[in-house]
């Protein structure tokens, strides 16, 4: 495991929830991961920093129905809903008929942890998202306890992207002499 001993973890998690999720307080975060990645402490940072309501579940996100995910954001009024590809492509084949749930409240859906597809990208912004919430595509670190790479809710999204470095992180793209390219 890594120790994460100083401020900085909570100000990284801070600013990735504020400034690339927009969460506020009077949001309702869902963040679909197991306790042993880093998804899930990151999450509980995330959301207490700000105030915002964290809900955590126990068990399988499609037990005792695949649409288990998809009642509690109807039910609670998720505003933010995060989890990996994996979980995503399960809804996208396992859920029938998603236009009976209400989604309306999600604002942002967040996705990390490995490479999403066209398909569930777009499946997420049209199906889940109404053609309406920005899909936020990250790409983190256990090592810093945040982003890397990451797209604003207020920039032009391209499918499956990640966008550009995290506020504060100085990530670039160099030749094989070092020279940014």
Same mark, same amino acid.
């Given at each position: 495991?890594?120790?994460? #001993?100083?401020?900085?973890? &909570? ?38 920093? @700000? ?16 649409? #288990? ?7 609670? #009024?998720?505003?933010?809903? *995060? ?13 029938? $008929?998603?236009? $009976?749930?209400? &989604?309306?409240? &999600? ?21 889940? *998202?109404? $053609? #309406? ?21 207020? @920039? ?26």
């Amino acid at each position: 495991g890594v120790l994460i #001993r100083n401020i900085g973890a &909570l100000l990284q998690a801070y600013s990735t929830a504020t400034f690339h999720l927009d969460l506020r307080k009077q949001d309702k975060f869902l963040q679909i991961t197991e306790m042993g990645w880093v998804a899930a402490p990151w999450a509980i940072v995330s959301a207490l920093s @700000v105030g915002a309501t964290l809900f955590l579940i126990e068990g399988a996100p499609d037990f005792p129905t695949s649409d #288990r995910i998809l009642k509690l954001i109807s039910k609670e #009024r998720i505003t933010h809903l *995060g989890g990996a590809p994996t979980l995503y492509r399960m809804l996208k084949t396992s859920v029938k $008929n998603i236009d $009976n749930y209400d &989604l309306s409240s &999600l604002r942002i859906i967040f996705t990390t942890g490995e490479k999403i597809d066209v398909d569930t990208w777009f499946w997420l912004l049209q199906k889940m *998202g109404n $053609n #309406r919430t920005p899909i936020i595509n990250n790409s983190g670190g256990t090592e810093f306890f945040g982003t890397l790479l990451c797209p604003l809710p207020i @920039v032009p999204l391209k499918p499956t992207t990640v966008y550009g470095p995290g506020l504060g992180i100085p990530a670039d793209v160099v030749d094989s002499n070092g020279i940014s390219i």
